[in-house]
């Protein structure tokens, strides 16, 4: 069975500082696609970004980039010069493709608080 | 494009009524999902559709839980009867394709008393 692990559960840390949020990933299939979503206080989720398991290439959108490294089944997150506006909950996502339906599993989210 | 429209927003709930949770997709997205967030639990996936066909309700918690999706432009969710601990904010999502990079909706944040 596939797991998401967010080992942070709560992060802080002051304006303009760059924070990393860590996410590993347990699949057996050998296709599968990751995906980081944004959960502010307001509650809606928002879509951050999609990979799948055959382009290893980091992205880099704005302040936002994404470190992708099979050989450690990670796929870590980073801020930089970190915002109040970037205080949420992220939630790392694992979507394996294979056969029958779609299994989708969310790992547990990792708090942020950017404080000014 | 509106995005993916859920309502109620908010609804309360007496335990033992039955309670209907509304989902239109984005247009054109032919996968539409049901997750339910709680502290608990996390987020966690009821059921999936695909083409208006439910793939997956293996997440579906037990029969008191029901989902249909009668055309490509809507879904339900109804739980006949709820109970407090169906309290929750359920989120539908919907997407282009299966592998995800969901759309989700505002969410209804449920509450059965």
């Keep these: 069975a596939q797991k998401v692990t967010q080992a942070q559960t709560e992060i802080s840390v002051v304006e303009k500082e760059d924070v990393t949020l860590d996410c590993v990933y347990e699949t057996r299939d050998t296709t599968y696609y990751l995906f980081w979503y944004k959960q502010p206080p307001s509650g809606e989720l928002v879509f951050l970004i999609r990979r799948n398991s055959f382009d290893e290439q980091n992205e880099i959108s704005g302040r936002y980039s994404w470190n992708f490294q099979k050989s450690t089944s990670s796929f870590n997150f980073t801020i930089t010069a970190s915002q109040v506006v970037d205080s949420a909950v992220y939630f790392c996502a694992l979507s394996e493709a294979s056969s029958y339906g779609q299994n989708f599993v969310f790992g547990p989210g990792t708090r942020l608080s950017v404080l000014p | ?113």
């Design chain 2, 1 to 113: 494009d509106a995005g993916v429209i859920q309502s109620p927003r908010h609804e309360v709930t007496e335990m033992g009524q039955e309670v209907t949770l509304r989902c239109k997709p984005i247009s054109g997205h032919n996968s539409l999902f049901w997750y339910r967030q709680t502290m608990m639990r996390g987020l966690e996936l009821l059921i999936y559709f695909n083409n208006n066909v439910p793939i997956d309700d293996s997440g579906m918690p037990e029969d008191r839980f029901s989902a249909k999706m009668p055309n490509a432009s809507f879904s339900t969710l109804k739980i006949q009867p709820s109970e407090p601990r169906d309290s929750a904010v359920y989120f539908c999502a919907s997407s282009p394709d299966r592998a995800g990079g969901y759309t989700f909706g505002s969410g209804t944040r449920l509450t059965v008393v």
